[in-house]
């Protein structure tokens, strides 16, 4: 694997200013679901390869290779679109549990070079340097390092682009300027005009809302954005991420550098899933929603937390009729990824903190029974059961009363059971027609844990 060399240059002369480290590496590895693909499949390499939750031609490509990029296909790509630019694309179904793998063993690769400070996502790393690794030179050799260990000990398809920069907010900009195979550093003394020519959307937490409120307010390029003041960066965001904004972009650490380290609870875990044809009813709808909190309560009881809050959203397709009602009566309707319009409801039940699946499924069933009626809303397509409120258990008091219908002891039997012959080997009834249905996706934003012989 050759890396590219990085984008270091002789420091300006800047009297007074921090001095010319990095601090931080981000790993960012490239087409990450396919390139693993590619790795298992030697015949796959050097051809255009997409990656499918599913083989449908509404649904969209969650991964491309970089072969399949070149030919315009990328993530989110209708899986129809794609067929169409490149009749002859290979199309695989992703295994989040192999995924999950290769990110454990490229974890494990890394931390020969230098300890992983945080996996942001199932396909990003950071490193954090200590005293002279933070030199340029060292820091350089250290993530050449990395890539090597990356290709010696995972696989030769396995690439990632790194960047290096004195806070984590610029390191992952950085990693995301030279694609694939990067390497890339910003010192100080090179900001902020080593930024100057990316675009706005390039910013972390800068999105197309906040795109579009930045050109209301006349600002269009980095240029414009980099020449505000602290004052003006502030009254740009009107908060304190105006002025935090304005110092990583400078190479400054403020404790947090844009990416906040958790307090170990997350804040929230659920499951959501696109109804197969066959679900499509409010019954098949109900089944699938049954199982995503049976899903969601195991993953509650394995990570020790609780619950006191549930969020539920149905999302049901219209018929062209429905449609044209809908906007000569003002309003919109809105556009799945995967071309269907649709009405949209959702609601959230509170309740006692609480991890069992009888009591959550009470709540569950109080709120789907509050779901609106009428020819609007007979074709749910779309199911997601988000619990919130999460609080470890540990932190929790205990009941002053036992419970006197053994909830807990339940749930704990059903989880062994499951963690032993799969996770949907007992379960309550209203699951039963949707056995089979919403599978665990892949996880973008996290690693899946395993829970026995499946993964959730």
């Not at 696989?155 to 030279?178: H, T, V």
Request: a positive charge.
């Amino acid at each position: 694997m050759e890396a590219h060399g990085p984008m270091i240059s002789e420091p300006d002369p800047q009297p007074g200013l921090q001095p010319d480290r990095f601090a931080f590496l981000h790993i960012d590895l490239n087409s990450f679901f396919a390139s693993v693909e590619q790795q298992l499949h030697p015949e796959y390499r050097g051809r255009p390869l997409a990656v499918v939750p599913t083989h449908a031609d509404t649904t969209c490509c969650i991964a491309a290779s970089y072969e399949a990029k070149a030919l315009g296909i990328k993530t989110g790509t209708q899986v129809g679109e794609a067929k169409r630019l490149c009749p002859q694309i290979i199309l695989v179904m992703g295994e989040h549990g192999v995924y999950a793998d290769y990110s454990r063993r490229i974890a494990q690769a890394v931390e020969r070079c230098c300890p992983v400070a945080h996996t942001p996502s199932i396909d990003e790393m950071v490193c954090e340097l200590m005293g002279r690794e933070r030199e340029p030179p060292r820091a350089r050799q250290i993530a050449l390092a990395i890539k090597q260990a990356i290709k010696d000990d995972v696989g030769e398809s396995l690439r990632c682009s790194i960047g290096m920069a004195p806070n984590r907010f610029l390191a992952k900009i950085a990693s995301d300027m030279q694609k694939p195979d990067g390497l890339i550093g910003l010192l100080p003394s090179q900001l902020p005009r080593a930024i100057a020519h990316i675009e706005l959307r390039d910013l972390i937490g800068v999105g197309a809302r906040t795109e579009a409120r930045l050109n209301a307010k006349g600002i269009f390029t980095m240029p414009q954005l980099l020449a505000l003041d602290r004052a003006g960066m502030h009254a740009l965001w009107n908060s304190v991420w105006g002025d935090r904004l304005y110092h990583w972009l400078r190479g400054a650490e403020t404790g947090d550098d844009g990416a906040p380290i958790d307090s170990g609870v997350q804040k929230s875990l659920g499951h959501s899933h696109v109804l197969g044809p066959e679900h499509r009813t409010p019954e098949g709808a109900w089944a699938v929603a049954h199982k995503l909190l049976h899903k969601a309560a195991m993953r509650l009881r394995m990570e020790r937390l609780t619950a006191s809050a549930m969020g539920v959203t149905i999302r049901y397709a219209l018929t062209r009729e429905q449609v044209s009602q809908a906007e000569n009566a003002g309003r919109r309707a809105k556009k799945h990824f995967s071309g269907l319009r649709h009405s949209g409801w959702a609601m959230e039940a509170r309740f006692a903190p609480c991890q069992d699946t009888l009591t959550l499924l009470e709540a569950l069933r109080g709120a789907w029974a509050l779901r609106p009626q009428g020819a609007e809303f007979a074709r749910p397509f779309h199911v997601a059961v988000t619990l919130h409120n999460l609080i470890a258990e540990s932190d929790l008091q205990a009941p002053l009363f036992a419970d006197p219908n053994n909830r807990a002891e339940l749930a704990a039997t059903m989880d062994r059971l499951n963690r032993k012959y799969g996770l949907a080997t007992l379960h309550l009834a209203g699951m039963l027609a949707a056995k089979e249905s919403a599978p665990t996706r892949i996880a973008f934003t996290q690693i899946p844990v395993k829970f026995g012989v499946d993964y959730v």
